[in-house]
């Protein structure tokens, strides 16, 4: 039996996964069905990224901010955007 997409569990997106997804649609698929092509990233880098992961759960603790945005929002946000 195929479950029906209405009943799967929603995806969710990364803050920036979202963004990358307001600068360019592509941009967002081809992080979430091809992250195999991604380029890899550099010690420096990891570090830069890994502070940012660190100040985002800080922000959701503070302000109470909701995990990351289901994709079935985010398609309704770039359906009405573009």
Known sequence: MVKSEAF???KTISKSRY???LQCPKRLW???HRYDLKDEVDQ????????G???GEL??????L???I?????????????
Do not use: K, N, W
């Not at 420096?44 to 502070?51: C, E, G, I, P, R």
């Not at 922000?59 to 109470?64: F, I």
């Open 70 to 82: 289901p994709i079935v929002l985010a398609r309704l946000i770039f359906q009405t955007s573009c």
């Open 53 to 55: 992961q660190a100040v």
């Open 8 to 10: 799967l569990p929603p």
């Open 66 to 68: 909701p995990r990351p």
């Open 44 to 51: 420096d880098t990891q570090a830069v990224f890994d502070q």
């Open 59 to 64: 922000a959701q603790l503070l302000y109470r």
């Open 19 to 21: 963004l990358a997804g």
């Open 30 to 32: 081809l992080e979430i």
